[in-house]
């Protein structure tokens, strides 16, 4: 019996080694699998944020420049940024001071057309802004990717042509057609699949040609050439350009129900027609008689102008009778005779 239970007890020893080995081996898999499962995840986190990192920075970017107004707030952001992000804002920056450059040349040529000068539109120097897209430009192509890389190049190739048309001289215009150039060719060498390879390439092909120079030469000394308008005429206002209310027509105040005036200046309109009557009826008695005057001092005249001419026409008349008859009567016996010859 007490054989049995040594046995029984050895039996039951056996089996919870046999368990606790059993736990031991399944938790060392268990930690393998959980380890596995938290690499797989991380693996698959990082390729995720690898492949949506460029379209997150340019919605960063987008955010920010809606709420921008000025190129200059454009570049301050991007400082603030890295990578992608900082890129794009920079991008930006460079395209809204392009912009801005081109607004003002507009602005000037509009201005030298103008009848008055405008001082502020005189003032303005695009080549500022020309110079400060094309920073902005350099600094995104030294951070972004292949294709904000590419991006950045073009357009400080475009600045560069920009600033061409408004260089100082010949000189300036030839420097600023080399550089863009230069910065057109990158474009293809950053990124040969980019959509502004193509734009770049169709660029470095009209900047190759003398004409192309020669037109931009021409562009930049007729805007260094702008005519500048008269200045505005001086304000009849004085002091700060305002009118005190009475100041200068000097007018009281006044009730616009107030009936007296008018009731006063009713009888001198009255009495101004009364008073021209007498002399404009003694006007035309005066006339009548001379008038009738005239007309009976024209009769006589007319009728012994008319009794005069009556005995004229009456002797030219039977003068004129014998003359016509003689011819009648000296004609006839010719006008006889004719046959019988």
């Not at 001071?97 to 607004?103: A, P, S, T, V, W």
């Not at 560069?160 to 600023?176: G, M």
């Not at 304000?235 to 350009?241: C, E, K, P, W």
Request: with cysteine.
């Amino acid at each position: 019996m007490a054989k049995k239970f040594s046995n029984d007890k050895n039996s039951l020893e056996q089996l919870l080694i046999r368990v606790k080995d059993g736990l031991a081996q399944n938790k060392a898999k268990a930690c393998q699998f959980l380890l596995v499962f938290a690499l797989v995840l991380l693996a698959i986190w990082l390729i995720r944020a690898k492949m949506t990192g460029a379209d997150s920075a340019l919605t960063v970017a987008d955010g920010i420049r809606a709420t921008a107004t000025e190129p200059k707030q454009l570049a301050d952001a991007a400082a603030t940024f890295k990578g992608e992000t900082a890129a794009a804002l920079y991008v930006d920056a460079g395209e809204a001071y392009l912009n801005l450059g081109l607004n003002e040349i507009a602005r000037k040529k509009t201005n030298s057309r103008a009848a008055e000068n405008d001082p502020e539109a005189a003032a303005l120097d695009p080549s500022v802004n020309f110079a400060e897209a094309v920073k902005a430009f350099d600094a995104a192509f030294g951070l972004g990717s292949a294709d904000l890389k590419a991006r950045a190049a073009f357009g400080a190739g475009a600045a560069q042509e920009a600033l061409a048309t408004v260089a100082a001289d010949d000189a300036a215009v030839d420097a600023a057609v080399e550089a863009a150039k230069a910065q057109y060719a990158k474009v293809a060498e950053v990124s040969a699949s980019s959509p502004y390879c193509e734009a770049a390439a169709e660029r470095l092909a009209a900047l190759d040609r003398a004409v192309a120079v020669d037109y931009l030469k021409a562009a930049a000394k007729k805007f260094r050439e702008l005519p500048t308008p008269p200045e505005k005429a001086e304000s009849i206002l004085t002091g700060d350009g305002e009118l005190t209310p009475g100041e200068t027509t000097n007018v009281g105040e006044f009730d616009l129900n107030a009936d007296e005036p008018a009731t006063d200046a009713a009888p001198a309109a009255e009495e101004t027609p009364a008073e021209a009557t007498p002399a404009t009826e003694e006007a035309a008695t005066d006339a009548t008689p001379a008038t009738e005057e005239a007309a009976t001092d024209a009769t006589p005249a007319t009728e012994e102008a008319a009794t005069d001419a009556t005995p004229a026409t009456e002797e030219t008349a039977t003068d004129a009778t014998p003359a016509t008859e003689e011819a009648a009567t000296d004609a006839t016996p010719a006008t006889e005779e004719a046959p019988a010859e």
